[in-house]
């Protein structure tokens, strides 16, 4: 079993939806959460990070976490064709840990 | 992407050859990372290196080398490159091994 796991997808919604994007994972001494996002042929590039427990919201991004589920979640109101991506979650314990990173959900956002 | 600059973005080699990718940083960031992306396995890290000429390993590090003489530049050696090793590989940067990692465009290598 993966330390994070996330679901490849391909996720499909019309535009206009609300997306939900999720990460499970094992390891209950993760404390820093991040959100990349990774365009076709692209690096990825940070979206959300955060911090312990609880939300952040940046315009029509949120990212949620919930460490007693080990359950995290990015959300996008209003979606865009432009969102349509490949979205990645990340995480670490903190100290000299690396990042451990999920696979990746594929995004299409159908205009 | 800005100050971070891998070289080349595209690379064809035969088996058996040794290959060298550059990370070239402006952002004087201390920690660099190699990564390769593949299909169906997301981002694995090859090495990583916390000062110049401080590396250490990844999950993925055999075949493998890098090097760091300068802060701004970090390479990855294939020994002797084999088929496996066709991928997509990522150079990143941070201030912190925790968070705010920013990634290069990729070089996408391809042994044949």
């Known amino acids: 079993q993966k330390e994070v796991e996330q679901d490849p997808g391909p996720l499909s919604v019309p535009e206009g939806a609300i997306v939900s994007l999720n990460c499970t994972y094992s390891n209950s001494a993760f404390q820093y959460f991040m959100w990349y996002r990774q365009y076709s042929r692209k690096g990825p590039e940070l979206l959300m990070y955060t911090y312990s427990s609880g939300n952040k919201e940046d315009g029509r991004f949120t990212a949620q976490v919930d460490k007693s589920s080990k359950y995290i979640s990015l959300f996008i109101r209003d979606s865009q064709p432009s969102d349509s991506a490949t979205y990645l979650c990340?995480?670490?314990?903190?100290?000299?840990?690396?990042?451990?990173w999920g696979a990746g959900t594929k995004l299409i956002i159908k205009p | 992407d800005a100050g971070i600059t891998q070289s080349p973005r595209h690379k064809v080699t035969e088996t058996g050859t040794p290959v060298t990718l550059r990370c070239h940083q402006t952002?004087?960031?201390?920690?660099m990372y190699w990564y390769r992306q593949d299909p169906g396995h997301g981002l694995r890290l090859i090495h990583y290196?916390?000062?110049?000429?401080?590396?250490d390993k990844g999950e993925v590090s055999d075949g493998y080398s890098v090097s760091r003489s300068k802060t701004e530049d970090f390479l990855l050696t294939l020994e002797s490159a084999t088929s496996s090793q066709t991928s997509v590989y990522f150079c990143?940067?941070?201030?912190?091994?925790?968070?705010?990692?920013?990634f290069g465009s990729g070089t996408r290598l391809t042994v044949v």
């Open positions: 290196s916390y000062g110049v000429k401080d590396t």
């Open positions: 990143a940067i941070s201030d912190s091994v925790n968070y705010g990692y920013t």
């Open positions: 952002e004087n960031h201390r920690y």
């Open positions: 990340a995480m670490s314990e903190g100290g000299n840990y690396q990042l451990i």
